[in-house]
T-cell receptor, first 111, second 112 residues
Framework: SQTIHQWPATLVQPVGSPLSLECTVE??????LYWYRQAAGRGLQLLFY??????ISSEVPQNLSASRPQDRQFILSSKKLLLSDSGFYLC??????????FGQGTRLTVV | QKEVEQDPGPLSVPEGAIVSLNCTYS??????FMWYRQYSRKGPELLMY????GNKEDGRFTAQVDKSSKYISLFIRDSQPSDSATYLC????????????FGTGTLLAIQP
């Protein structure tokens, strides 16, 4: 079964600083990978998804970008963080079925 | 109108009670329906997965899908304090990208 590793678990960053969140997947190959953001009371918002290496689709215009340099690695980045980027970021993967499996998330606070 | 509607709660019930959680949706193309459980400050974990209409049972949990009414439910029997969490419904049309659309989640508290 798939295992999803996300780090760090918690991050406090100043406004205007860069961001890099990493997600790696074990136990599967060629998965679909997703980045979600969860804000209080607003459920999960899909930010990016990737169906393969170098293939990134963005769901919403924003200050963030994503990359997939390897089959089981998905990175979420920003050049300059905004206060509104604060939230709980979740990486998810899916392969072969339709249910997605999630990592444990990174809680980002931009100050 | 949101694609998926879910009452955010909070819902508080006594231990041992039957819990009913629900979501409605507007997109008739949805075919795959999931329930996730999320403990505070943790990632969601898949609880139940159902394809199309019908019921599915797993231990104390039963998932129901009524596509004609665009309505899905999760029932928890003999609820336990450890069931206290946020429950998120999610659904997909099963396309190539398999994007899941989530409800906002219902916060459930089981009182001992």
């Amino acid at each position: 079964s798939q295992t999803i590793h996300q780090w760090p678990a918690t991050l406090v960053q100043p406004v205007g600083s860069p961001l890099s969140l990493e997600c790696t997947v074990e136990g599967t190959s060629n998965p679909n990978l997703y980045w979600y953001r969860q804000a209080a009371g607003r459920g999960l918002q899909l930010l990016f998804y990737s169906v393969g290496i170098g293939q990134i689709s963005s769901e919403v215009p924003q200050n963030l970008s994503a990359s997939r340099p390897q089959d089981r690695q998905f990175i979420l980045s920003s050049k300059k963080l905004l206060l509104s980027d604060s939230g709980f970021y979740l990486c998810a993967c899916e392969r072969g079925g339709t249910e997605a499996f999630f990592g444990q998330g990174t809680r980002l606070t931009v100050v | 109108q949101k694609e998926v509607e879910q009452d955010p709660g909070p819902l508080s019930v006594p231990e041992g009670a039957i819990v009913s959680l629900n979501c409605t949706y507007s997109n008739s193309a949805f075919q795959y329906f999931m329930w996730y459980r999320q403990y505070s400050r943790k990632g969601p974990e898949l609880l139940m997965y159902t394809y199309s209409s019908g019921n599915k049972e797993d231990g104390r949990f039963t998932a129901q899908v009524d596509k004609s009414s665009k309505y899905i439910s999760l029932f928890i029997r003999d609820s336990q304090p450890s069931d206290s969490a946020t429950y998120l419904c999610a659904m997909s049309d099963g396309g190539a990208t398999n994007k899941l659309i989530f409800g906002t989640g219902t916060l459930l508290a089981i009182q001992p």
